[in-house]
């Protein structure tokens, strides 16, 4: 027999049993449309929402006013990179419409760049480093009088790798130019706060750090003269405007208290997380000491491992891991064929890339199951070794666990 551990924290979190609580009475007694002002029921959801936008604001230190809710980071993605490709183009005199990313950025940046590419703009996609980072003198080279916007992802959803965020959000602020960072895998498991990154627009999500699915948020920067953005989405002017329809009171307040348990909790969370995976890492390398640890050092998310298996096929590792939740790539792109278009920006042969498994640890996560998925991943990869030149160090190799 064997057990099933989840280890795909990158793709979606588990909820907390007590952002469930919080949301129950906003899905039973409470279920009032939170614009509906001219009674109790409407009164009770705008007030509920109105705590979560200051929890949510809190935690990039943010003000409330800054916060717009959305459906998810990827609407949130599009909200921006449209809404301020439209709003330059709109300008008067010579438009915007250059617009520079990363080789790594999630599909939802990169699809979104390739609809505006074909609606006539220019799209710059740079090259990264072999730990995943973009440099900033890359952009500050392939900035021109027509850019517009500049967006680099806060932290890799594949290899855990985190932007140089401060240099880049002040190279834009230099040069008049709009920042946006898709921070979703950033916020509520390392530090992310505004007042240190001239940021312009973030997106994020809460069903990333332990919230409900279905909301998600855009931080927008409030600044004089207002920063230029063209809604998505018309009907009814909800959200400054920005984003119409009626607000998902039940995810908002399940986001707000997510939101609530990372300010208070992050930290020492992430120290423990942290342990866990370098004791995954160090314990697989004891056993296979040629696999590689795919992105920074040191500038990475604590809950990530991404970890490439010389001679390995993913996919046959994965099915000899049974029970084991991991990922080859990101779970938005899983249907495309070929291998990750983040680990072929780092270098990667198509062949090792295809021996790439990622590993999300979370909150939990617990010692038991590593110890557990250790095990399991030395036997797969040494059962039936797909190249015999890899190199197996046969005593460090664990028996099987029940």
């Given amino acids: ?41 409407g009164l009770t959801g705008a007030a509920a929402v109105d705590v979560a936008r200051t929890r949510i604001a809190r935690l990039i230190g943010a003000e409330p006013r800054e916060i717009i809710f959305t459906s998810g980071a990827t609407e949130s993605i599009n909200l921006a990179l449209k809404g301020a490709a439209e709003a330059a183009y709109g300008r008067a005199g010579k438009p915007g419409r250059h617009i520079i990313t990363a080789a790594t950025e999630h599909p939802a940046v990169l699809d979104t760049c390739a609809h505006l590419e074909r609606a006539g703009f220019r ?3 740079l090259p990264v480093d072999r730990y995943g980072r973009v440099s900033p003198d890359d952009v500050a080279r392939a900035v021109t009088d027509d850019t517009i916007l500049v967006s680099i992802m806060w932290a890799n959803n594949e290899i855990g790798t985190i932007g ?30 505004i007042g240190h990154f001239p940021v312009d627009l973030m997106s ?37 405007g920005l984003r119409s329809g009626t607000l998902n009171v039940p995810g908002i307040v399940g986001f707000g208290a997510a939101a609530e348990m990372c300010s208070q909790e ?21 056993s296979l000491p040629e696999i590689r640890v795919n992105g920074h050092p040191v500038d ?40 990750s278009h983040v680990l072929k920006a780092i270098g990667l042969a198509p062949a090792e890339a295809a021996g790439t498994l990622r590993f ?14 250790i095990t399991s991943v030395v036997n797969a990869a040494t059962a039936h070794p797909s190249n015999r030149q890899w190199s197996i160090n046969e005593s460090a190799r664990v028996p099987a666990q029940p």
């Fill in 1 to 41: 027999m064997h057990r099933t551990v989840y280890l795909d924290n990158h793709a979606t979190t588990r909820i907390d049993p007590r952002v469930l609580d919080a949301m129950m009475p906003f899905l039973q007694e409470q279920y009032g449309n939170a614009s509906s002002r001219s009674h109790e029921f």
């Fill in 123 to 125: 799209v710059t996609v």
């Fill in 164 to 193: 140089p965020m401060a240099d880049l959000a002040a190279l834009c602020a230099s040069r008049g130019i709009l920042f946006h960072s898709d921070a979703t895998q950033a916020v509520g498991k390392i530090p992310v706060d």
């Fill in 204 to 240: 994020f999500s809460a069903h990333k750090m332990y919230g409900p699915k279905g909301i998600g948020a855009l931080y927008v920067r409030k600044r004089i003269p207002a920063l230029p953005l063209v809604a998505q989405i018309d009907g009814g002017g909800h959200e400054q």
């Fill in 266 to 286: 992050m930290e020492k969370e992430s120290r423990v997380i942290r342990g866990l995976r370098d004791h995954l890492v160090n314990r697989i390398r004891e």
């Fill in 300 to 339: 990475r998310l604590p809950h990530n491992a991404s970890i490439t298996f010389p001679g390995q096929r993913a996919d046959q590792l994965m099915h000899a891991m049974k029970g084991i939740a991991v990922a080859t790539g990101a779970a938005c792109s899983s249907a495309r064929p070929g291998p």
């Fill in 360 to 373: 999300g640890l979370g909150r939990f996560t617990t010692r038991d199951e590593i110890d557990y998925t």
